[in-house]
């Protein structure tokens, strides 16, 4: 406790020394093609590495609150208070904040250095200050080494856990996701059995949609959310859904969604199997994926890619989009819109033609790298249709900002098989590719690449509280999603082997919810922290589950029956 006083009392003697000298610097930030301000992330430090956060930085929040309660956000007070307004970014170790183009920072004489950020298309500005305490105003103009909404593809997190309880936080939210660059921020309101207000969206559908130019801010929820099915995310319907009840019975919320015109999928499907009481989506696919209500699947996120379980749901037939979130700020230390995709609209942007555009499976998701790919000149998310064995030529290219990213190895995939492999030696910038494959019966094609960013920390991220994401190198990944060709009366060659597996998987939680076991089972689910599923309700759900699971075995088990 007297360290503490000794130290506030240093920190207060420090800061009436510092406004004793210190003036306003105004920075104004504008896009250097349209002259416009706009927001950006902004770090301002000393030669000492002391950060400084501008006086009128953007308040930055979000809600993450599992308890039964929840934080109590209720309003615009409530929700500003508990915001802060400044960003610890893990990526650079440094301090930042968000400006909405105009910002003022009291700063003594001194040299400084300032660095300006704005989501991955645009390039860093770096500039050093000599700031004498007189000129006090300094001018940035921030550049892109990409324009993706020039050529129709919109960029999306997918998952940000941003309270909305009120539609007056729509200004403020707007411009910390223009900050990012995110032009489709989908805020999701949380829910796990006992509390479905974690982040709450004051309206879902049309009255819940805000949009300021090129820039759409929309409520989605994270709900049904267990640690014994996966967490889900519905976007686009008209309300939000929840059904207590039959928490563990997926099926009637998607359904429901589907009625309302909304989108489904799971999220942290990057997670890998094997974390029982996780969050992986395994066992909650292999029970619903039959009933045709999956849409997309989150394969990036918390700074790692990881695709094999929606290579399985590509082979065995269902046509689900890749995307990408953050799950700002509940994660651990990210940032909004680090991993996100980027979604194909033909027509402007608009968040209905954008729901469509995912729908169609028209994205490719990213922590930096950017795709072109077709097949056959069929786009992302297209399908061509071939009458035998034919030839189809495979042309794209994977590329990053030449200023702070390397690629390292750039592959094309068939059906989940690595079918070309380009790796770069001499830190390029550009892979591009060209080259014919014959397909000999059902397939489904996609470009992944892998890269090094070199802009930041060459270190471990890795979270040593026991939660259950771990934090990869200063890696990038992106993934397109697939372009597939079909021939008559052909399978996917992996069709069989991956239904054996999700046959089994089936099996085994069969055996969990088995007499025998349903005791141990649930007071597992029953877990303090996550509350993932009561007793209660995991016994009144555990009859119509079984019956659940019994129609997807049915499913696989008919699949291995026609090979
Ligand atoms: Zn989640």
Redesign the pocket.
């Given at each position: 406790m007297k360290t503490l006083f000794f130290l506030l009392t240093v920190i207060l003697l420090f800061q009436t020394d510092l406004s004793a000298q210190s003036t306003i610097l105004n920075i104004e930030i504008r896009d250097k093609v349209t002259g416009q301000v706009v927001p950006a992330r902004v770090e301002v430090a000393d030669s000492k590495g002391n950060y400084f956060v501008a006086e009128d930085a953007l308040l930055v929040g979000g809600d993450c609150d599992l308890t039964d309660e929840g934080a109590g956000l209720i309003d615009l007070e409530s929700t500003l208070n508990s915001f802060t307004d400044r960003i610890q970014n893990p990526y650079s170790n440094s301090t930042q904040f968000y400006s909405d183009g105009i910002s003022k920072i009291l700063l003594v004489p001194g040299i400084y250095t300032l660095r300006i950020f704005k989501g991955p298309e645009y390039t860093i500005f770096q500039d050093t200050i000599s700031f004498n305490g007189e000129s006090n105003s300094y001018s940035a103009e921030l550049s892109r080494w990409i324009n993706m909404p020039d050529n129709g593809w919109y960029s999306s997190d997918d998952?940000l856990h941003i309270p909305r309880p009120v539609k007056e936080l729509n200004p403020y939210i707007s411009k910390m996701m223009q900050a990012e660059d995110i032009h489709v921020a989908n805020l999701l309101q949380?829910g796990k059995l006992a509390n479905f207000s974690i982040a709450k969206q004051h309206s879902h559908g049309s009255q819940g949609t805000y949009q300021v130019g090129n820039y759409i801010l929309a409520a989605g929820q994270?709900n049904p959310?267990s640690h014994f099915l996966g967490?889900t995310i519905t976007l686009g319907a008209k309300k939000e859904i929840n059904n207590p009840e039959k928490y563990l019975i997926y099926r009637y919320v998607w359904e429901e969604a589907l009625r309302q015109g909304g989108i489904n999928g799971f999220?942290?499907a990057n997670q890998k199997e094997g974390k029982y009481l996780g969050?992986s989506a395994h066992d909650g696919l292999a029970v619903i994926l039959p009933h045709n209500l999956t849409h997309f699947m989150e394969v990036l996120q918390f700074n790692e890619g990881n695709y094999d379980l929606w290579y399985d749901v590509l082979n065995l037939g269902f046509k689900v989009a890749p995307t990408a979130g953050t799950?700002y700020p509940?994660?651990g230390p990210n940032l909004p819109g680090r991993e996100r995709f980027y979604t194909k609209l033909d027509t402007g942007l608009d968040y209905d033609n954008w729901i469509d555009g995912v729908r169609k499976g028209r994205t490719f998701v990213t922590n930096g790298p950017m795709i072109e790919f077709t097949v056959g000149n069929k786009d992302i998310g297209g399908e061509i249709s071939l009458k035998k064995t034919d030839s189809s030529q495979i042309v794209g290219k994977v590329i990053v900002n030449p200023d702070t990213d390397f690629i390292d190895i750039v592959e094309i995939i068939q059906n989940g098989n690595v079918i070309k492999r380009i790796t770069t030696l001499d830190g390029q910038s550009e892979v591009k590719f060209n080259f014919k494959v014959l397909v000999k019966s059902n397939s489904w094609f996609a470009v992944r690449g892998f890269g090094y960013r070199k802009s930041e920390l060459n270190q471990l991220f890795r979270r040593t509280d026991p939660m259950f994401f771990s934090w990869d190198t200063n890696s990038t990944y992106c993934h397109s999603a697939a372009i597939y060709v079909t021939l008559p009366n052909t399978e996917n060659v992996e069709r069989a082997k991956v239904a054996s597996v999700w046959l089994n998987r089936l099996i085994d939680m069969e055996n969990l919810l088995s007499q025998k076991n349903i005791d141990l089972l649930s007071e597992r689910t029953d877990s303090q922290f996550f509350q993932a599923v009561s007793k209660k309700v995991l016994m009144d759900n555990r009859l119509e589950l079984l019956h659940e699971i019994s129609e997807s075995k049915k499913f696989f088990s008919d699949i291995l029956a026609s090979e």
């Amino acid at each position: 406790m007297k360290t503490l006083f000794f130290l506030l009392t240093v920190i207060l003697l420090f800061q009436t020394d510092l406004s004793a000298q210190s003036t306003i610097l105004n920075i104004e930030i504008r896009d250097k093609v349209t002259g416009q301000v706009v927001p950006a992330r902004v770090e301002v430090a000393d030669s000492k590495g002391n950060y400084f956060v501008a006086e009128d930085a953007l308040l930055v929040g979000g809600d993450c609150d599992l308890t039964d309660e929840g934080a109590g956000l209720i309003d615009l007070e409530s929700t500003l208070n508990s915001f802060t307004d400044r960003i610890q970014n893990p990526y650079s170790n440094s301090t930042q904040f968000y400006s909405d183009g105009i910002s003022k920072i009291l700063l003594v004489p001194g040299i400084y250095t300032l660095r300006i950020f704005k989501g991955p298309e645009y390039t860093i500005f770096q500039d050093t200050i000599s700031f004498n305490g007189e000129s006090n105003s300094y001018s940035a103009e921030l550049s892109r080494w990409i324009n993706m909404p020039d050529n129709g593809w919109y960029s999306s997190d997918d998952h940000l856990h941003i309270p909305r309880p009120v539609k007056e936080l729509n200004p403020y939210i707007s411009k910390m996701m223009q900050a990012e660059d995110i032009h489709v921020a989908n805020l999701l309101q949380m829910g796990k059995l006992a509390n479905f207000s974690i982040a709450k969206q004051h309206s879902h559908g049309s009255q819940g949609t805000y949009q300021v130019g090129n820039y759409i801010l929309a409520a989605g929820q994270e709900n049904p959310r267990s640690h014994f099915l996966g967490h889900t995310i519905t976007l686009g319907a008209k309300k939000e859904i929840n059904n207590p009840e039959k928490y563990l019975i997926y099926r009637y919320v998607w359904e429901e969604a589907l009625r309302q015109g909304g989108i489904n999928g799971f999220a942290h499907a990057n997670q890998k199997e094997g974390k029982y009481l996780g969050i992986s989506a395994h066992d909650g696919l292999a029970v619903i994926l039959p009933h045709n209500l999956t849409h997309f699947m989150e394969v990036l996120q918390f700074n790692e890619g990881n695709y094999d379980l929606w290579y399985d749901v590509l082979n065995l037939g269902f046509k689900v989009a890749p995307t990408a979130g953050t799950d700002y700020p509940c994660g651990g230390p990210n940032l909004p819109g680090r991993e996100r995709f980027y979604t194909k609209l033909d027509t402007g942007l608009d968040y209905d033609n954008w729901i469509d555009g995912v729908r169609k499976g028209r994205t490719f998701v990213t922590n930096g790298p950017m795709i072109e790919f077709t097949v056959g000149n069929k786009d992302i998310g297209g399908e061509i249709s071939l009458k035998k064995t034919d030839s189809s030529q495979i042309v794209g290219k994977v590329i990053v900002n030449p200023d702070t990213d390397f690629i390292d190895i750039v592959e094309i995939i068939q059906n989940g098989n690595v079918i070309k492999r380009i790796t770069t030696l001499d830190g390029q910038s550009e892979v591009k590719f060209n080259f014919k494959v014959l397909v000999k019966s059902n397939s489904w094609f996609a470009v992944r690449g892998f890269g090094y960013r070199k802009s930041e920390l060459n270190q471990l991220f890795r979270r040593t509280d026991p939660m259950f994401f771990s934090w990869d190198t200063n890696s990038t990944y992106c993934h397109s999603a697939a372009i597939y060709v079909t021939l008559p009366n052909t399978e996917n060659v992996e069709r069989a082997k991956v239904a054996s597996v999700w046959l089994n998987r089936l099996i085994d939680m069969e055996n969990l919810l088995s007499q025998k076991n349903i005791d141990l089972l649930s007071e597992r689910t029953d877990s303090q922290f996550f509350q993932a599923v009561s007793k209660k309700v995991l016994m009144d759900n555990r009859l119509e589950l079984l019956h659940e699971i019994s129609e997807s075995k049915k499913f696989f088990s008919d699949i291995l029956a026609s090979e």
